[in-house]
């Protein structure tokens, strides 16, 4: 690569919500900035996490000099552990409270030598060529900043997860001065938040939620259950002071609330004495009125703590009347029906619930159209590439940069996989690279579950499945007698007696075909029965059952 071009390749979060990692090359090395996860949506059943490819990183490995953290969010930090366990000599930079959330995950993965350099807001850091700078924003979650680069080619700005709150609940405003510095520094390209570009206006500061949690703490007559991201510091702060206000307890339940409520305790990001601090086996134990349990399931994750007091399953908290229960969190799109039936099921055992937009229990962490224009023209870049978002997320905060005047030649709309190169102040694209996405199948925890695997569940729910049974003579590969054919899901059997006739016939002349060439290996006489059958079946009625062949040999 010539030495003055830099390459920036989104490996993910574009064309989706999740998974940001984004790789910047030029001939001195490269770096990451995010290594984020995603979670899977209902088209792919049993799946429970989404990596990015790392394909591109693997080619370059020997390139490799560091990742670079925004903040500790899992679709910016989920996807390190298996990165790490990868390349488990690159340095991780990241603020502290996003390096601390991330030591928990490692020591899961068995990563003890992990290279974990605190940075703080303000500072810079040189490494293999870049010199990088962090840039306090605000977040839903403390520490989170923007990240500068100052590359072979120019300035390139990341802002990472951003809004503009000008009256924050901790940690002051989005360091609007240095962005500005940077704008009149010149800034060569801006790759920015586009999460909530659909949204004209501002969003509401956090202030907002503090507020209206005050008040429905102020009408609650019995128990009142918070669920809200485990990550959701902020959520979790303002919770806190209103049970402080209120003289009650908290008690915490869901694994990764109470490990995240307690690295922000230990760091000092969340002020609760142990004095109010209530183990889990004494909540039956305490007044109605004393207490407040946090909890996680704001998305109505079947198997959170949430879902299963809504369902009655869990083990300790049974919901009950004049039980007041908040949502603190937006459903991600996609789990709207999951966080219904929670909600259908806790006011139907009699629980007062109340989640957002009725009530503002939650804002956004995500800058809005009025925000993204600040930053644009604070930031002043040549170049914008909307990211952190579907395809019409980026379309809209295309359209947001047009209306203030911004050239449209200027703007990328990218995919993942997209490679722009900079160079002498200008951008091209070039050959997309190699990025599709890597699933984890929960089942074989940190074993991957290939597309195949996704592919047979959808087949599966949607075809059904077909079992053939074949005896055969293991000499001669003849078949003994007629094979029995099995269906389930697939046609209601009662009414398919004449096409199960036919599906046996049309194995029998195949497995007399392959007896005719004398052909005996299973794994031949297999496909050829799956080949004839799933023809004729996709002819007969149009469906694609999986096809189980049982050779049995006599
Ligand atoms: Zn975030
Ligand atoms: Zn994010």
Same mark, same amino acid.
């Given at each position: 690569?010539?030495?003055?071009?830099?390459?920036?390749?989104?490996?993910?979060?574009?064309?989706?919500?999740?998974?940001?990692?984004?790789?910047?090359?030029?001939?001195?090395?490269?770096?990451?900035?995010?290594?984020?996860?995603?979670?899977?949506?209902?088209?792919?059943?049993?799946?429970?996490?989404?990596?990015?490819?790392?394909?591109?990183?693997?080619?370059?490995?020997?390139?490799?000099?560091?990742?670079?953290?925004?903040?500790?969010?899992?679709?910016?930090?989920?996807?390190?552990?298996?990165?790490?366990?990868?390349?488990?000599?690159?340095?991780?930079?990241?603020?502290?409270?996003?390096?601390?959330?991330?030591?928990?995950?490692?020591?899961?993965?068995?990563?003890?030598?992990?290279?974990?350099?605190?940075?703080?807001?303000?500072?810079?850091?040189?490494?293999?060529?870049?010199?990088?700078?962090?840039?306090?924003?605000?977040?839903?979650?403390?520490?989170?900043?923007?990240?500068?680069?100052?590359?072979?080619?120019?300035?390139?700005?990341?802002?990472?997860?951003?809004?503009?709150?000008?009256?924050?609940?901790?940690?002051?405003?989005?360091?609007?001065?240095?962005?500005?510095?940077?704008?009149?520094?010149?800034?060569?390209?801006?790759?920015?938040?586009?999460?909530?570009?659909?949204?004209?206006?501002?969003?509401?500061?956090?202030?907002?939620?503090?507020?209206?949690?005050?008040?429905?703490?102020?009408?609650?007559?019995?128990?009142?259950?918070?669920?809200?991201?485990?990550?959701?510091?902020?959520?979790?702060?303002?919770?806190?002071?209103?049970?402080?206000?209120?003289?009650?307890?908290?008690?915490?339940?869901?694994?990764?609330?109470?490990?995240?409520?307690?690295?922000?305790?230990?760091?000092?990001?969340?002020?609760?004495?142990?004095?109010?601090?209530?183990?889990?086996?004494?909540?039956?134990?305490? %007044?109605?009125?004393?207490?407040?349990? =946090?909890?996680? @399931? /704001? &998305?109505? #994750?079947?198997?959170?703590?949430?879902? *299963?007091?809504?369902?009655?399953?869990?083990?300790?908290?049974?919901?009950?009347?004049?039980?007041?229960?908040?949502?603190?969190?937006?459903?991600?799109?996609?789990?709207?029906?999951?966080?219904?039936?929670?909600?259908?099921?806790?006011?139907?055992?009699?629980?007062?619930?109340?989640?957002?937009?009725?009530?503002?229990?939650?804002?956004?962490?995500?800058?809005?159209?009025?925000?993204?224009?600040?930053?644009?023209?604070?930031?002043?870049?040549?170049?914008?590439?909307?990211?952190?978002?579907?395809?019409?997320?980026?379309?809209?905060?295309?359209?947001?940069?047009?209306?203030?005047?911004? %050239?449209?030649?200027?703007?990328?709309? =990218?995919?993942? @996989? /997209? &490679?722009? #190169?900079?160079?002498?102040?200008?951008? *091209?694209?070039?050959?997309?690279?190699?990025?599709?996405?890597?699933?984890?199948?929960?089942?074989?925890?940190?074993?991957?579950?290939?597309?195949?695997?996704?592919?047979?569940?959808?087949?599966?729910?949607?075809?059904?499945?077909?079992?053939?049974?074949?005896?055969?003579?293991?000499?001669?590969?003849?078949?003994?007698?007629?094979?029995?054919?099995?269906?389930?899901?697939?046609?209601?059997?009662?009414?398919?007696?004449?096409?199960?006739?036919?599906?046996?016939?049309?194995?029998?002349?195949?497995?007399?075909?392959?007896?005719?060439?004398?052909?005996?290996?299973?794994?031949?006489?297999?496909?050829?029965?799956?080949?004839?059958?799933?023809?004729?079946?996709?002819?007969?009625?149009?469906?694609?059952?999986?096809?189980?062949?049982?050779?049995?040999?006599?």
């Amino acid at each position: 690569m010539d030495s003055t071009a830099l390459r920036v390749v989104p490996l993910g979060g574009l064309g989706e919500i999740g998974k940001n990692m984004t790789a910047l090359r030029q001939a001195s090395g490269m770096i990451l900035i995010d290594a984020g996860l995603s979670f899977p949506d209902e088209e792919m059943p049993g799946i429970d996490l989404v990596l990015p490819d790392f394909t591109y990183v693997r080619e370059h490995a020997s390139e490799l000099r560091g990742v670079f953290l925004t903040h500790g969010h899992e679709d910016h930090v989920g996807a390190l552990p298996y990165l790490l366990r990868e390349f488990p000599e690159v340095p991780v930079y990241g603020t502290r409270l996003t390096l601390e959330l991330v030591r928990p995950k490692l020591r899961e993965f068995g990563i003890k030598n992990a290279e974990l350099r605190e940075v703080r807001p303000g500072e810079r850091v040189d490494t293999a060529g870049y010199t990088l700078e962090f840039i306090h924003v605000n977040h839903s979650i403390p520490d989170a900043v923007a990240i500068a680069a100052h590359t072979a080619a120019g300035l390139v700005v990341f802002s990472g997860d951003y809004k503009i709150d000008l009256t924050p609940i901790e940690g002051g405003t989005t360091d609007l001065s240095r962005l500005a510095a940077l704008g009149s520094q010149g800034v060569l390209a801006y790759f920015g938040d586009s999460t909530n570009s659909e949204r004209p206006g501002y969003v509401p500061s956090e202030r907002v939620v503090s507020n209206a949690l005050r008040d429905i703490f102020d009408e609650a007559p019995g128990r009142i259950i918070v669920a809200s991201f485990a990550s959701h510091l902020h959520r979790i702060g303002q919770v806190v002071e209103a049970a402080k206000l209120h003289d009650r307890l908290i008690a915490v339940t869901g694994r990764s609330m109470v490990r995240n409520v307690q690295i922000a305790r230990d760091l000092g990001y969340l002020n609760i004495p142990a004095s109010m601090m209530v183990e889990q086996h004494e909540i039956n134990n305490i %007044p109605d009125r004393d207490l407040v349990i =946090l909890t996680t @399931g /704001s &998305q109505g #994750e079947p198997l959170s703590a949430l879902s *299963r007091i809504a369902n009655e399953t869990h083990k300790t908290i049974r919901v009950r009347q004049d039980d007041t229960v908040i949502i603190a969190a937006h459903p991600i799109p996609g789990n709207e029906r999951k966080v219904s039936r929670v909600i259908n099921d806790l006011m139907k055992r009699g629980a007062d619930v109340h989640y957002s937009p009725l009530k503002p229990v939650h804002v956004s962490g995500h800058a809005a159209q009025e925000e993204q224009k600040i930053m644009l023209s604070l930031l002043k870049p040549r170049y914008l590439v909307p990211v952190h978002g579907e395809y019409r997320h980026l379309r809209h905060h295309f359209n947001t940069a047009v209306s203030m005047g911004f %050239p449209t030649e200027r703007i990328f709309l =990218l995919e993942n @996989g /997209s &490679q722009l #190169e900079f160079r002498a102040g200008e951008a *091209r694209r070039l050959q997309n690279v190699p990025a599709g996405m890597f699933l984890i199948d929960g089942a074989s925890f940190g074993d991957t579950a290939s597309d195949v695997v996704v592919r047979e569940r959808q087949q599966l729910s949607a075809d059904g499945m077909f079992v053939v049974v074949a005896r055969i003579n293991a000499q001669s590969g003849e078949l003994l007698g007629a094979p029995d054919v099995i269906s389930r899901g697939f046609v209601y059997m009662r009414d398919a007696d004449g096409l199960l006739q036919e599906a046996i016939e049309v194995v029998s002349s195949t497995l007399q075909e392959t007896a005719r060439h004398h052909i005996t290996d299973w794994g031949e006489l297999k496909n050829s029965i799956r080949r004839d059958l799933s023809r004729f079946l996709a002819d007969r009625t149009g469906k694609r059952p999986i096809i189980l062949p049982l050779i049995v040999e006599v």
